[in-house]
Nanobody, 128 residues
Framework: VQLQASGGGLVQAGGSLRLSCAAS????????IAWFRQALGKEREFVTV????????FTTDSVKGRFAISRDNAKNTVYLQMNSLKPEDTAIYYC??????????????????????WGQGTLVTVSS
């Protein structure tokens, strides 16, 4: 499956952005989709993940209540709605997919190495 992330940009603190991850090349609903982010000089970190049906999501504590992941399997697209953005949310945001992964275990769903497919990333910059 090929992934294309989009929707990043420059926003003031407190603002909102919606990222999109469009997929092609395989049965989209067979994949779990996650968002990771990587700030300058830091390791890539898990943000949130959604199950194949969209019925289950898991989100890291630092963005819980501000970020929401959703998917539209008819459009082969996953969304990341980001509200109340903070300067520390500044990073390149990547979507990732895996066909076999079970996201029930935290150590699995948050492991960069567990995802076989990655998009190219989209830059989010939050100014103070």
């Amino acid at each position: 499956v090929q992934l294309q992330a989009s929707g990043g940009g420059l926003v003031q603190a407190g603002g909102s952005l919606r990222l999109s991850c469009a997929a092609s090349g395989d049965t989209f609903s067979s994949y779990v989709i996650a968002w990771f982010r990587q700030a300058l000089g830091k390791e890539r970190e898990f943000v949130t993940v959604i199950s194949r049906s969209g019925g289950s999501t898991f989100t890291t504590d630092s963005v819980k209540g501000r970020f929401a992941i959703s998917r539209d399997n008819a459009k082969n697209t996953v969304y990341l709605q980001m509200n109340s953005l903070k300067p520390e949310d500044t990073a390149i945001y990547y979507c990732a997919a895996d066909r076999e992964l079970s996201i029930l275990a935290k150590r699995n769903r948050e492991d960069v190495g567990k995802y076989d497919y990655w998009g190219q990333g989209t830059l989010v910059t939050v100014s103070s």
